[in-house]
Every structure is written in C-alpha cells, then in structure tokens.
C-alpha cells in the first residue's frame, strides 16, 4: 500500500528564517515521484517541486529545495529566508508508476509566518 | 494567470438543485481529474478521465456525474447533493495519466455549500 505522512499539523515560523516540511512516504514500487503544493487560504493548489525517485540530485527551484533520503523514505520540503506570502498549507504527494491514475496526498502542514 | 481555470468559484445550492461545476485547461493536457477537499480529511480523487475517456471513478456516489467532452474540458454536474457534499473541488490536469513524473496542475477550486 502506499501512503504519504505529514506530521507537522502546524508551524510557526519567524520571517526570513528557513523551515523545513517533513514528509516520509511508504511505496514498493521502485519508480515514483514526489511532489510538493502550497494550498493559500484561497484554494488553489499550486505545484512547488517535484523529485524523481532515479534522481541522482535533490530538486530545487528558487527558494523551495527538497532534502530527499531514499534509503529513510523522506522527501521534506526546505524553503529558505521565508516570507509572509509563504503563510499556507503544503501538502507532500506521491505518484508511483504502477499507479498511474492516482497522487495521493498528505494530510498537510500549515505554516504561518510570522513578522 | 492559471493553467486550469474553474468555474463557478463559489457556489451555494439547495438539495434539491441541480448545478454543474466546469473546468477549462489550457495547458494541452491529455488527462483530467475531480478532487474532492472536505475539511480535516485528505485530498480525495473522485474521477479521472484520459482522452475523455473516464478510466478512474473512486466509488463516488451517482449524484456526481462527470463529463468530458473534449480534452480542454471537464464538468461535475450536481444533483440532489446532502450538506456532507460541502466542500473545495479542485479540477487538476497533467500531460498523461501514466508516468510517476507526471505532475499534476490544479485550479483555483470550486467552493461548494449544500443547504
């Protein structure tokens, strides 16, 4: 079975600090992807990140990095020198190759940045 | 401006409506999806469509049906729907439906309250 665990359900964090998300996921499928999405109050959800389980490197773009350890079945998310636009929930995903149709999500973080 | 644009943003219907939510991608997608967003609950996929051809329906009750009647467009049409229906519906895309990389792109989402 597969399965995505977010245990964080809230944090805080001052502004321009870094934050780490945690993420660990459980899949038997050797080929899988790992995504992050920033949910505002407003409802969209919008795609962060995405690491490949063959990736050799951590991905990374702009401010979002992804500290990913295979061997742990961890993904977390980084984002450095953070920002009060950076106040929402995250949500960590997963879709493995023998089940193409299905991402399945997380229960989430919210994160709150304070001034 | 997004991707994957839903209408209506907001929608307040009795039980005893019927109503539709739509979906527009602009992004060349081949492949669509329905989530359902329930407070405290995690993300639900609800229906995915490939080609316009529904290939995942996640025992998600007759009152919802689907529609896909081309690949830039996907509806949810709403019919006799219980207060417990509530919730954020989030229309998604991705290039295919198969592959682990394969990211998905959601719209803004469709608030919907059932009195």
């Known amino acids: 079975a597969q399965k995505i665990t977010q245990t964080q359900p809230g944090m805080f964090v001052q502004e321009k600090e870094a934050v780490t998300l945690d993420c660990t996921y459980d899949t038997s499928d050797p080929s899988y992807g790992l995504f992050w999405y920033k949910q505002p109050s407003s409802g969209e959800m919008i795609f962060l990140i995405y690491?490949?389980?063959?990736?050799?490197q951590n991905a990374t773009e702009g401010r979002y990095s992804l500290n990913f350890q295979k061997a742990r079945k961890s993904a977390n998310l980084v984002i450095s020198a953070s920002q009060l636009g950076d106040s929402a929930m995250y949500f960590c995903a997963m879709r493995a190759y023998s089940s193409a149709s299905k991402i399945i999500f997380g229960s989430g973080t919210r994160l709150s940045i304070r001034p | 401006e997004t991707g994957v644009t839903q209408t209506p943003r907001h929608l307040v219907m009795g039980m005893t409506n019927k109503k539709s939510l739509k979906c527009e991608q602009h992004?060349?997608?081949?492949?669509m999806y329905w989530y359902k967003q329930s407070a405290k609950k995690p993300l639900e996929l609800m229906f995915v469509y490939s080609l316009e051809e529904r290939v995942e329906n996640n025992s998600v009750p007759s009152r919802f049906s689907p529609e896909c009647p081309n690949s830039s467009h996907l509806f949810l049409h709403l019919h006799t729907l219980q207060p417990e229906d509530s919730a954020l519906y989030l229309c998604?895309?991705?290039?295919?439906?198969?592959?682990?990389?394969?990211?998905?792109?959601f719209g803004e989402g469709s608030w919907l309250t059932v009195v």
């Open positions: 690491q490949g389980s063959y990736d050799q």
């Open positions: 998604a895309s991705s290039q295919l439906l198969g592959g682990s990389g394969n990211t998905i792109y």
């Open positions: 992004l060349g997608h081949n492949a």
